[in-house]
């Protein structure tokens, strides 16, 4: 949502109209850099405290055998209100524009760089200087929370001795146990991909960046990271493991398996999701390293009631720290040769992508009469796989795209009806339409001991299509039918030996159409076949497969979107239902114009140009008229 109705913001944008395009990028010399998107000119470099031990081993002979990873993150920018007490009538807004950045293999933690005023259009000075690094007002470095993976860091055990006074150092201690490598790239607004969801206004009415710890921090558990950018700019930290150590565990995967959950893992990139449309998230999904979907509440106007999400009739509380939650759905599969023993943790790397189910569903209404009633929920769709390791691109074991459906209702509360909270009784006067029976209830979606719960099967077609121009296409084949009094969503096993999700799905041309990239990545070198290397003549290029499917049942397209024969039509017949293209390797964009949507990718191997493959618009729906002419 735009924040120009919030106060201050269109005089604030106004005021910097002429503002110099910039693009800033982080490099592995040590420095993120700020470069003007008018002439290349480099405007400001930063080089973050965490990086700092290693930058001599810039200068070691031998680098190019010992290569280091420094601003090794990607940063993203927003605009925030950091006044203080909003809520008086006199409040004065102070819109700043922050820059978040992260040092991904490089160290771990994160930093906040004020960039509100790098120069003009018409090449007025900004406030680019060093001067103004740590000036009293408006510094260009707000914060540095970054730490090189040399320093020490207490355990959770030892930060939690009550000895430790004041409180203030105590949290201290375990934030920074809780911090690992951030790896996850910004996540993008679905509706508009300048803007990143992250930064955010919250229902307190207080500005922050909302990120998942990462990876190898101290603690090795799962945390929401809530970074306050007003105010006395305090770090929140939902930890999804509750009170749980290495010391009080337990194994048992009907219990949570709360010892996996707590050792080498950490969260990943996180989708925030606005429920009553006000611009402020109320929930926030993200994965983690083990496979764990977990759901996050952030609805209330008090933070000390946000955490990881319950279920059942305890589905409305939680608590920062010390509420030991349950995912929404755990990943996992088997291996190459073995699909369907199921018993790997999938990692989840990606933000999910989140859209409310539209479908019905039959009940018995009572009497012996049978009611169709909204399914209700939201589909929460991911994919599982990582390549953050060296020897994850080796990796062959069986990755997955899920759907699943989170059934949590909710209802409108407060005096102006702008909260939401979780529906939990079928009594409730505000609830009783929404739940019809104590199945309504929110409850997570349970694996079994050997499958991936009530998902519906849906699978890739073994048998290439069609193949032209260097192009394969395959289709997508219901596996098994999807029944809503039955089913909780849908799953599609990856077909290619190594092939995983490392990239968000978004949505084709506005419909419910997932668009998903997957890669099998490359890896091997001329020194040896194992290790992925950057240099050229690699053993194994990267393969990439555009795959459209329905986030609601996992189907194919109902029309005809690829051109498998190169006609220039699109026939479901002639076409042969074909919803999955191999495509070039690294980034793909595309670009909608008239009747088509261009994907462009990199160079075509075959012919040295950039590969260009037009696909079909989805199908205008005309609607009733709504007006009658009156006489």
Request: hydrophobic share 30%; proline share 6%.
């Amino acid at each position: 949502m735009s924040n120009y109705a919030l106060k201050g913001y269109a005089a604030f944008t106004r005021a910097n109209k002429e503002r110099l395009p910039m693009i800033y990028v982080g490099g592995n010399d040590g420095m993120l850099h700020g470069f003007s998107a008018k002439n290349g000119a480099e405007k400001i470099a930063y080089v973050p405290r965490g990086v700092i031990p290693a930058l001599g081993r810039l200068s070691d002979p031998e680098y190019n055998n010992r290569h280091q990873y420094y601003v090794d993150g990607s940063p993203m920018t927003g605009d925030v209100d950091v006044g203080v007490n909003p809520d008086d009538p006199a409040y004065v807004p102070n819109w700043r524009t922050m820059l978040v950045g992260t040092l991904g293999a490089g160290g771990k933690g994160y930093f906040l760089l004020d960039v509100t005023t790098p120069g003009t259009s018409t090449d007025e000075a900004g406030n680019f200087t060093e001067a103004n690094a740590g000036a009293t007002t408006n510094p260009i470095v707000v914060m540095d929370k970054t730490r090189h993976a040399s320093e020490t860091v207490a355990n959770v055990a030892d930060c939690e001795n009550t000895a430790i006074t004041p409180a203030a150092n105590r949290e201290a201690c375990l934030a920074a146990a809780d911090i690992g490598h951030i790896f996850a790239k910004p996540v993008m607004d679905e509706v508009n991909p300048q803007r990143t969801t992250q930064i955010t206004r919250l229902n307190n009415n207080r500005w922050a960046v909302v990120m998942g710890n990462g990876y190898n921090s101290k603690s090795g558990r799962p945390v929401l990271l809530i970074q306050y950018l007003d105010g006395d700019q305090k770090l929140l930290r939902l930890v999804t493991t509750g009170t749980t150590t290495t010391a009080n565990c337990v194994t048992d995967p009907l219990k949570g398996n709360s010892c996996a959950n707590i050792t080498d893992n950490g969260l990943s990139a996180p989708r925030l999701v606005d429920i009553n449309g006000d611009g402020r998230p109320d929930v926030v999904y993200a994965g983690d390293n083990k496979g764990n979907l977990w759901k996050f509440l952030v609805a209330s106007d008090d933070d000390t009631k946000w955490g990881v999400a319950q279920w059942g009739s305890n589905a409305n509380t939680t608590n920062n720290h010390t509420t030991t939650g349950t995912p929404l759905y755990t990943a996992k599969g088997g291996t190459e040769g073995s699909p369907n023993s199921r018993t790997l943790p999938q990692p989840i790397t990606t933000a999910p992508t989140v859209r409310a189910n539209d479908r019905k569903k039959e009940i018995d209404g009572g009497g012996g009469k049978k009611e169709i009633v909204a399914v209700g929920g939201m589909m929460v769709a991911f994919g599982t796989g990582r390549n953050v390791t060296k020897l994850d691109p080796q990796d062959p074991n069986k990755q997955t795209l899920y759907s699943v459906l989170d059934n949590t209702r909710y209802k409108l509360v407060g005096t102006k009806k702008d909260r939401v909270e979780v529906c939990t009784s079928t009594t409730d006067d505000d609830c009783k339409k929404l739940l019809k029976t104590s199945d309504d209830l929110p409850a997570p979606v349970t694996v079994t001991a050997s499958g991936p719960g009530p998902l519906a099967k849906q699978e890739i077609s073994s048998a290439i299509v069609n193949t032209r121009d260097g192009r394969d296409f395959w289709t997508v084949d219901v596996g098994t039918a999807l029944d809503w009094t039955v089913h909780k969503g849908w799953y599609l096993d990856l077909p290619q030996t190594g092939e995983r999700l490392l990239k968000p799905m978004g949505f084709y041309d506005g419909s419910n159409l997932l668009t998903v990239f997957s890669q099998v990545p490359a890896q091997g070198s001329r020194t040896d076949a194992n290790v992925e290397s950057c240099e050229s003549g690699a053993v194994q290029g990267e393969k990439q497969y555009l795959t459209l499917l329905n986030i609601m049942d996992g189907k194919r397209p109902s029309v005809q979107i690829m051109d498998t024969n190169g006609n220039g039509t699109y026939d479901l017949s002639s076409d042969q239902g074909a919803s999955r293209i191999s495509t070039t390797k690294g980034d793909q964009t595309t670009i909608k114009v008239g009747d088509k949507i261009t994907l462009y990718g990199d160079k075509d191997p075959k012919t040295g140009q950039p590969r260009k493959d037009d696909l079909a618009v989805m199908p205008e729906e005309s609607l009733r008229p709504s007006w009658r002419q009156l006489r």
